[in-house]
């Protein structure tokens, strides 16, 4: 790395979070426990895409997608690593294991399949036109059940399991806490980044009805961990009508966009009579939506069809902690 300032390209901020991907919030905060300086740009064009978030600076890059994720790979390249004194003591590793794994799982489950779409859709899809919107989360659901051994025969199971973990992984991360300000060590490591991440999402983006929500709830010295650190490490979010730039090579030719990561729309112009060649442009514009609707109707019946015929993927990788 040649030195220069850090770049976290994330997807944009909601629900009064600086970023509100479950993946892209980690990263954020281990930055700022790090106290390192980095800008924060968003990326409203891959909704679908492994890697985001990712961390450039020059010609160096750590995308998510490699190297075990950016986190990992900060560490790995000598950027910013808060672990070196904890990283192999059993304890660190077993903690750190159920966060990423239960309760990224329970995440997961929550976001794709047990609430309504609408977090999902503003967090990945609100940019998009509706029905390139709906087909990538109708297929973005698929593979979250997929990888989660979901299907029509086990469904009831698979979700008692995933809240029956999830449950001994807030009992066991409260008790590990207790009064204290960070897991580990007096200091923030990437436990504290991955859990608070975790935290400050299922408190601020989940739905209210969430049953993981109720479950964090319940542990009022994680509630109180969550606020101070929040406080002392998250930037506040501006409460405004204002969106966020989409990461692009002609943002960095705009003056205005050195000073700010926030655009207003623009003003609208007055109205002009429209050419005979507009209105038949217009005409076939209705035939071509129309012919979209049908292919999606299509789609979506082809996709509930072979829900039916999904074959479950292995079902219990299930982890032993000492707690």
């Known amino acids: 790395m040649d030195g220069g300032k850090l770049t976290l390209v994330a997807r944009k901020p909601c629900f009064g979070l600086p970023t509100a991907c479950p993946k892209c919030l980690p990263a954020y905060i281990y930055l700022k426990f790090a106290k390192v300086p980095f800008d924060l740009e968003f990326n409203l064009l891959d909704p679908d895409s492994e890697q985001i978030p990712y961390v450039e600076s020059g010609e160096y890059v750590a995308y998510n997608n490699e190297k075990g994720g950016v986190i990992e790979s900060l560490k790995d390249d000598g950027i910013v690593d808060l672990d070196s004194r904890v990283e192999f003591e059993p304890d660190w590793l077993s903690t750190n294991a159920m966060i990423t794994s239960w309760l990224s799982d329970a995440v997961m489950y929550e976001l794709w399949v047990a609430t309504d779409e609408s977090p ?83 408190l601020q983006a ?17 509630i ?5 650190l929040r406080k002392e490490f998250v930037d506040p979010v501006p409460t405004s009508t204002l969106v966020p730039q989409p990461v692009s090579d002609s943002s960095s030719s705009d003056p205005k966009s050195n000073h700010s990561s926030w655009r207003s729309r623009p003003k609208s112009k007055p109205k002009k009579e429209k050419t005979e060649e507009e209105k038949t442009f217009r005409r076939r514009a209705k035939y071509f939506l129309g012919a979209q609707a049908v292919a999606i ?17 292995d079902e219990d990788d299930d982890f032993s902690y000492n707690y």
Request: proline share 2%; charged share 25%; net charge positive.
């Open 206 to 222: 989940l739905p209210e009805t969430s049953t993981l929500r109720s479950k964090l709830l319940e542990h009022s010295n994680i």
């Open 120 to 202: 999902v859709h503003k967090i990945y899809y609100s940019d998009l036109a509706w029905p390139i919107g709906k087909i990538m989360f109708l297929k973005q659901a698929r593979a979250v059940k997929q990888l989660l051994g979901i299907n029509g025969d086990n469904a009831d199971r698979r979700e008692k399991e995933i809240y029956r973990r999830a449950t001994r992984a807030y009992k066991a991360l409260s008790s590990r806490l207790g009064d204290e300000t960070f897991f580990f060590d007096s200091r923030p490591t990437s436990v504290d980044a991955n859990f608070l991440a975790h935290a400050l999402f299922t």
């Open 297 to 313: 109707l299509v789609f979506l019946t082809l996709m509930a069809g072979s829900d039916d015929n999904e074959v479950g993927l």
């Open 224 to 228: 109180s961990y969550a606020e101070k």
